[in-house]
Structure formats: C-alpha cells, structure tokens
Nanobody, 118 residues
Framework: QVQLVESGGGLVQPGESLRLSCAAS????????MGWYRQAPGGQRELVVT???????NYADSVKGRFTISRDNAKNTVYLQMNSLKPEDTAVYYC????????????WGQGTQVTVSL
C-alpha cells in the first residue's frame, strides 16, 4: 500500500509559479512510475506529466516548457515545478504512483487545488 499526500497548491496570478510536492509513504518509490494529473471543474482527469524510475518523462503538450517534474527517491517525494502559470492551468492536481512490478497497483493522492486568476 502506498499513501500519497500532495501539497503546495494555492492561488496565484497568471505568469507566477508554484511547486507541488507529493510525499509517499508505505513503499519506496523506486519501483513506481510517478505522475501528476489534473482535473478542471466540469472536466475529466488528464495527464500532466509522468516520470519513470529512471527519470524518463512524458509531458502533456499544454505544459511543455513550463512545468518540470522531478523525483527524489531517497526522500520518497515527487515534485512539480510550474512556471508561467495560465488561467487554464486551474484544476485539482493529483499525484499518481503506478507499480512497475504489479500493473494493477495504482495509487492516487487526495489532490491539491491550483487556481490561477487575477
């Protein structure tokens, strides 16, 4: 079992930055692919970015060049640095951990709200 706790969300103005953190407990993250997803009001949950245990990343086109994912396996934490935020980035952001050993093991955090508005 993996427990994921996101933090770092908040209200910012367009063009500003935020850094989200996802702290994991229960298992080491080295055997998990990690990711950030988001869900805007009235929308479906969508991929923001994923990162493998080896550091290979996959970004949604909408965030390429603005968002950066990183992971610290020693601290069991994943980060999402979000720069040049836009109003359309407003959403609840969820951390995800997917086992690289047992494909059916897939965990989600509770989400953290990011609001980009004047």
């Amino acid at each position: 079992q993996v427990q994921l706790v996101e933090s770092g969300g908040g209200l910012v103005q367009p063009g500003e930055s935020l850094r989200l953190s996802c702290a994991a407990s229960g298992r080491t993250l080295s055997n998990y692919a990690m990711g950030w997803y988001r869900q805007a009001p009235g929308g479906q949950r969508e991929l923001v970015v994923t990162i493998t245990s080896g550091g290979r990343t996959n970004y949604a086109d909408s965030v390429k060049g603005r968002f950066t994912i990183s992971r610290d396996n020693a601290k069991n934490t994943v980060y999402l640095q979000m720069n040049s935020l836009k109003p359309e980035d407003t959403a609840v952001y969820y951390c995800n951990a997917r086992s690289l050993i047992i494909a059916s093991l897939n965990y989600w955090g509770q989400g953290t709200q990011v609001t980009v508005s004047l």
